[in-house]
Nanobody, 126 residues
Framework: QGQLRASGGGSVQPGGSLSLSCAAS????????IGWFRQPPGKPREGVAT????????NYADSVKGRFTISQDSAKNTLYLQMNNLKPEDTAMYYC???????????????????WGQGTQVTVSS
């Protein structure tokens, strides 16, 4: 059974940067999609960015385009999220998640993703 472990959250002022990591162990075949999701306080979980294991262009939520960058190191089975120019509305619990046996990434909707790691908190405030 695979596991995902997210890390790298913290507190930062508006305009600052943080980098999240998600270590995957136990599986990850080629036909998988992996990504980042977040749940702001009192709101439902939402998609942030996804990337396909076999390569291809990442998918981003409109709210983070131009500020966040998703990447992966397949050799290390690690997913990253570089977050720049952070805003207070980026405050949320961030999760990594994956789904297998897709020929491309599904839409940025949490219900498509079946394996989740524990979250890491990101707080943006002055």
């Amino acid at each position: 059974q695979g596991q995902l472990r997210a890390s790298g959250g913290g507190s930062v002022q508006p305009g600052g940067s943080l980098s999240l990591s998600c270590a995957a162990s136990g599986y990850l075949q080629r036909r998988y999609c992996i990504g980042w999701f977040r749940q702001p306080p009192g709101k439902p979980r939402e998609g942030v960015a996804t990337i396909y294991g076999g390569g291809g262009s990442p998918n981003y939520a409109d709210s983070v385009k131009g500020r966040f960058t998703i990447s992966q190191d397949s050799a290390k089975n690690t997913l990253y999220l570089q977050m720049n120019n952070l805003k207070p509305e980026d405050t949320a619990m961030y999760y990594c998640a994956t789904v297998e046996d897709w020929i491309k990434c599904p839409p940025l909707i949490p219900e498509f993703f079946g394996m989740w790691g524990q979250g890491t908190q990101v707080t943006v405030s002055s």
